[in-house]
Nanobody, 114 residues
Framework: VQLQASGGGLVQPGGSLRLSCAAS????????MNWVRQAPGSERELVAT???????DYDDSVKGRFTISRDDAKNTVYLQMTGLKPEDTAVYYC?????????WGQGTLVTVSS
């Protein structure tokens, strides 16, 4: 099982980024897939989830600004982020859980700064 996150970078406040999480070794559409972020000096927090039935859920801090989606043909999960704020600065991880194990990608850094 591997999760490869990409798409992070430096963006100005109000800007947009799209993160990608390429899954391998399992079928992403069969499980809940999460984006989790960790800001410097803070705990990890769940940002967004997409279920195997394609329903989605978001932390209140990103509702209306972030959209999680999945491309089953590419076995990839995305996080479209718009209206970025400095407080969105964090390392973003994709995550899933099955078979009693939690799997994490390596993280991609998003920095929102002018």
């Amino acid at each position: 099982v591997q999760l490869q996150a990409s798409g992070g970078g430096l963006v100005q406040p109000g800007g947009s980024l799209r993160l990608s999480c390429a899954a391998s070794g399992f079928t992403a559409s069969a499980y809940h897939m999460n984006w989790v972020r960790q800001a410097p000096g803070s705990e990890r927090e769940l940002v967004a989830t997409i279920t195997r039935r394609n329903s989605t859920d978001y932390d209140d801090s990103v509702k209306g600004r972030f959209t999680i989606s999945r491309d089953d043909a590419k076995n990839t999960v995305y996080l479209q982020m718009t209206g970025l704020k400095p407080e969105d600065t964090a390392v973003y991880y994709c995550n899933t859980y099955f078979g009693g194990e939690s799997y994490w990608g390596q993280g991609t850094l998003v920095t929102v700064s002018s």
